[in-house]
């Protein structure tokens, strides 16, 4: 019998209570201290919270991304120790709170009531919350403006089991997320790694020459519209341009999208050994990213991708397209904004080294085997990450479920 079920037989063999969200905190929407005034925000000293800090920096927060002066704080300062949940934008992502603090708007913050403070820890709930986020993520008021009805959030129940049980809840989950961290610490070390050999790889000595892709193009175009609404579960493969950031990497042989193309009226293709480029985004640095096909099925191209055909080796191709020097180039004169643009002729310009055929190939089998243990979902790091995490997640939701007390 584990530490945890001998505590349960004794503490609560019978169940245990469960309370509703309002009776346990009291809920405060987050604010944004007005931008135009620059006295709210210089020298700043309270963090200011907002989604991209979770993004960055995960769910347990004790510094910010930005600081507010005092002078623009309404009333009190949220305490520490808190959670903050996204109930209006960005839907059901939550952190908790270290430090005395202030969020945006997307924010609700739940401040545990003084009667509770000796009762929970705040780390059982931050953990308990992502059963609170699929709830969120499944009662969302979907309009141009997503929310989440915090009145009917706060009618939640919860379980509280005895304190002590808690804490050894979360000294079960906090033993999975630190052995998950140790290995992405080590992921990203790999991947540190592997770009710096692939930028040595592509230094090349005066002997090698440089081309632009429109010099060795055998054919460049933009694709054609593909619609949500036109997506199937089978048909013909396919590609949108927001895949190209969020779904492949430097090459792909299968798509994750399907369409009837019988719906489509001018249909333009790609082909194996083909270069896509997504020529829309929302980051200047990451505009154009481009990915290599070598996939033996004729797919269909959506609109804001260009295609590229050519005679040399695509796998080569679009490892040099990822190098510093190739995005550079890409971004070359792009101003941010809410949306970027490239375009055919920017793409064409884009100069990189092009080495024998028999070099191509030396090139891409050495990153191949970088890239598979950086990225490859099958094998080494990438691999076990996935693995500890869905162990985590099933740990995690059978510890948080409790028998209710009668």
Not at 18 to 46: H, M, Q, V
Not at 62 to 84: A, L
Not at 243 to 259: G, P
Request: proline residues 3%; hydrophobic residues 35%; glycine residues 4%.
């Amino acid at each position: 019998m584990s530490k945890l079920e001998k505590l349960i037989q004794e503490l609560c063999p019978n169940g245990v209570e469960y309370r509703k969200l309002g009776e346990i905190f009291d809920c405060r929407n987050g604010y944004t201290p007005s931008k135009a005034n620059s006295e709210y925000w210089k020298n700043g000293t309270i963090p200011w919270f907002r989604m991209e800090d979770i993004r960055i920096n995960g769910g347990i927060l004790n510094k910010s991304i930005q600081y507010v002066n005092e002078k623009g704080v309404r009333g009190n300062i949220f305490p520490e120790n808190s959670i903050i949940l996204g109930t209006t934008a960005t839907i059901g992502i939550h952190a908790l709170i270290t430090v005395k603090s202030l969020a945006n708007q997307q924010f609700t913050y739940f401040i545990l009531k003084q009667e509770y403070i000796n009762f929970i820890d705040m780390k059982f709930i931050y953990y308990y919350f992502f059963e609170i986020d699929k709830w969120c993520l499944s009662n969302c008021n979907i309009s141009n403006f997503p929310s989440i009805n915090v009145t009917n959030l706060k009618k939640i129940s919860i379980p509280l089991p005895p304190l002590e049980v808690q804490k050894e809840i979360v000294r079960i989950l906090d033993t999975f997320t630190e052995l998950t961290a140790e290995l992405t610490a080590e992921l990203t070390a790999r991947k540190k790694q592997y770009e710096y050999y692939r930028e040595k790889l592509f230094t090349f000595d005066d002997n090698v020459e440089w081309v632009t892709l429109g010099d060795i193009a055998i054919d460049m175009y933009r694709g054609t519209g593909i619609k949500k609404v036109d997506l199937s579960e089978k048909g013909l493969p396919c590609v949108r341009y927001g895949e190209i950031y969020t779904s492949y990497n430097i090459w792909f042989e299968k798509c994750i999208s399907y369409v009837n193309e019988n719906l489509l009226s001018n249909k333009k293709y790609f082909e194996k050994n083909d270069i896509l480029f997504a020529i829309t985004g929302e980051k200047v640095e990451d505009i154009a990213k481009s990915c290599a096909y070598i996939g033996e099925k004729k797919c269909l191209a959506g609109s804001d991708i260009v295609v590229m055909k050519h005679n040399q080796n695509a796998k080569y191709l679009s490892y040099a397209l990822s190098t510093n020097f190739a995005r550079k180039q890409k971004s070359s004169g792009k101003v941010k904004s809410k949306v970027v643009h490239s375009s055919v002729p920017e793409i064409k310009k884009i100069k990189i080294p092009l080495p024998s055929l028999e070099e191509q190939e030396r090139i891409v089998k050495i990153l191949d085997k970088f890239d598979a243990l950086c990225n490859d979902l099958s094998i080494g790091l990438p691999a076990e990450i996935e693995k500890r995490q869905k162990q985590y997640e099933y740990y995690r939701e059978k510890l948080l479920t409790f028998k209710e007390k009668q």
